[in-house]
């Protein structure tokens, strides 16, 4: 690599970097000039004008929580009704942007012209009922029925504060279909009655359950029926369509359940959070895929046109889970981004069509996974619930479910740090792999005793076009003297799948979410010694003293083995160290557990290196290169071959 094309490099490094803060800059300061127009509308209580500017600001920044909420705060107080669902304020913001979305805020006036059979529940008194164990706490609101929030009592957020999936009335979660004098419902936005008394309702023994009717006449109603088992993650979740004949439309063989919801940041590290944040489905009877992980586009959607098992909106340690007991006929899922919100990570939305039989009582059985990626936890549920967890594919994949996992849960067992685990795991690991390994050092060993004489044919083939002799010269001083260079190629190669496996197995690790060792208050995420006054692209705003030994060892490592042919060639040795480099840069932000594998396992290998050095007798591998150049060298039909090739280009071979 010549400096032209380091130089190459680096500027259009600089143009991309230049042009993604000026492109951000540019549409946050479009953005705040229309929310200081609304907010000023706003406070001299001018709420139409100030509703339209909010929905506009929605034009640079979709998704953008505190508008959406500014918007709906509007809407209830302009009589609208209750206020608009999330959903609907950002359709009328693409609207407004431009794009094929033109629907516009739903007015929820309480009157049976607008929701026929289901007029008068319409309007109601908002009111909440808890249903927990000793695991998670929901909220359910007599609004829509839905979950309004779930809390997961075993964990924190990374700032110690109570772990709550989602909240509030962003999340929408409900049926939408058609009367049958064609009026379009949402229960969403409906009231439901609670059957029963009870406000809170605690499982400790036996199964506890709470039920919600929305009423469309006398004995007439759906009912959701949550029901939560002890120790559980999770809830049972049974539909029940009463004599809903002449209410829902007569020609509907399907209904939609619409699912929409804002994935707070739970952890400290935003960026490897994001990362794992992704959408996952099961089809019926068949794989589990998702919306790809680090996504790249604002908006990402996938069309289920197949039956479906379950639909899955994922955090990198934690999911909620929609799965259907029987099937769910097809669907549609949408991942977009919140870049402008701290608070938030994506917004996900899915709608899946529910099997319906309009002319009798219809059952759906569903269930609500509120809780960890944690595989053994999610291996009991079924339904190949634990491929929520991405392992990696294929090899990788198996050495993690069926060798890293198992190992790793078993010295969890007697040994309560993870630091230390981890140590004893690369330990483990680095003991299993030596015997292959131990070729590969021996061969680097033997190749360090020859350099004085490699450099001396470097020095006899100065010009770059006698590459050809020098190189055949080399490759006969190695044969002479018993060294396969390549030799330790296949062993180093067997060694990356497991290199791959823990870059996948400790970022999504929840084992060792906020577990501290040394330094790192919590090996899940990065390991901070210092804080940086601004951002350095890629790099972050931070520096992690695990990534800088990771690097550090990485160079010792390589300089020990710098001595392999071709290695000393200037734009390898460049290439060779800059490697690492370019590693830090990009693992600053990752799991500090992974940096500090990393460096354990450098460490090892430089031991390995300098233990299996010792095993070298440089006298007798000199010795037996001179009794070998004494006989004639039998060549390969390989050698046989590159030898003629030159011929033919006019390059003899250098004599023996």
Request: charged share 20%; proline share 5%; net charge positive.
């Amino acid at each position: 690599m010549d400096r032209n094309t380091i130089t190459g490099l680096i500027l259009i490094f600089a143009v991309f970097i230049g042009f993604s803060i000026y492109n951000g800059s540019r549409m946050n300061k479009s953005y705040n000039s229309v929310i200081e127009v609304a907010d000023s509308l706003y406070n001299a209580g001018d709420l139409e004008n100030a509703r339209a500017e909010y929905i506009n600001a929605l034009r640079f920044k979709p998704n953008q929580p505190e508008a959406i909420a500014r918007v709906n705060e509007i809407n209830s107080a302009l009589g609208f009704g209750p206020a608009a669902s999330s959903n609907d304020t950002v359709n009328a913001a693409q609207g407004a942007a431009g794009s094929q979305v033109t629907q516009v805020p739903v007015q929820a006036v309480a009157d049976s012209g607008r929701f026929g059979a289901f007029g008068a529940s319409a309007s109601g008194k908002d009111e909440f009922i808890t249903l927990e164990n000793n695991k998670i706490k929901l909220k359910i609101s007599t609004r829509g029925g839905r979950v309004f929030s779930a809390e997961v009592k075993d964990y924190t957020t990374h700032d110690s504060l109570p772990l709550i999936l989602f909240s509030g009335d962003s999340t929408v979660f409900g049926f939408n279909f058609y009367t049958a004098d064609n009026k379009a419902i949402q229960t969403n936005d409906l009231y439901f009655t609670p059957v029963g008394g009870e406000t809170h309702v605690t499982v400790t023994d036996a199964a506890g359950s709470v039920a919600l009717r929305l009423l469309a006449g006398k004995d007439k109603y759906i009912e959701f029926k949550y029901t939560l088992e002890p120790d559980r993650y999770m809830v049972d979740f049974d539909v029940a369509f009463k004599s809903m004949e002449g209410i829902i439309a007569p020609n509907l063989s399907s209904i939609t359940l619409d699912w929409r919801m804002y994935l707070p940041q739970q952890e400290k590290g935003r960026q490897n959070e994001e990362y794992y944040t992704t959408i996952k489905y099961k089809f019926f009877q068949d794989d589990v895929e998702s919306i790809r992980l680090r996504q790249s586009k604002d908006v990402e959607k996938a069309d289920l046109p197949t039956k479906l098992s379950w639909v899955a909106f994922q955090d990198q340690f934690f999911s909620s889970v929609l799965v259907s007991k029987d099937h769910f006929l097809n669907g549609t899922v949408v991942s977009t981004k919140t870049p402008a919100s701290e608070k938030y990570i994506r917004y996900y939305t899915a709608e899946v069509g529910v099997p319906f039989n309009p002319g009798t009582d219809n059952n759906v059985g569903m269930k609500l996974y509120y809780g960890p990626n944690h595989i053994s936890t999610l291996k009991k549920e079924g339904l190949e619930l634990d491929k929520l967890i991405f392992l990696g594919r294929n090899i990788i994949g198996w050495i993690n479910r069926f060798v890293i996992i198992p190992v790793f849960n078993w010295l969890e067992k007697y040994i309560g740090s993870y630091g230390l685990i981890i140590l004893i795991l690369t330990i483990l690991i680095k003991i299993i792999l030596f015997p292959l390994t131990f070729k590969s050092y021996q061969s680097t060993a033997k190749m360090q005793v020859l350099k004085p004489l490699v450099d001396e044919i470097g020095k006899k083939f100065p010009k770059q076009e006698d590459a050809m002799k020098k190189q055949q010269a080399t490759m006969d001083l190695y044969k002479r003297a018993g060294i396969n260079p390549m030799g330790g190629c296949l062993p180093m190669l067997l060694q990356m799948p497991i290199l791959f496996a823990m870059f996948r197995f400790f970022p999504v690790s929840i084992e060792l979410r906020q577990e501290a060792f040394l330094w790192a208050t919590d090996l899940s995420t990065y390991d901070s010694i210092l804080n940086l006054p601004f951002k350095i692209p890629i790099y972050g705003d931070h520096v992690s003293l695990f990534t800088l030994l990771m690097t550090a060892s990485t160079l010792l490592t390589m300089k020990m083995t710098s001595s392999s042919p071709g290695q000393d060639q200037p734009g390898m040795k460049m290439m060779m160290y800059m490697m690492p480099v370019m590693f830090m840069f990009m693992l600053n932000n990752f799991s500090a557990g992974l940096t500090y594998y990393y460096f354990l396992a450098n460490v090892l290998t430089y031991l390995q290196n300098i233990i299996s050095k010792r095993f070298i007798d440089e006298k007798k591998v000199l010795a037996t290169l001179e009794e070998n150049r004494k006989k004639p060298l039998k060549k390969s039909k390989w050698q046989q071959r590159l030898e003629e090739a030159a011929k033919q280009r006019g390059i003899q071979p250098p004599r023996n």
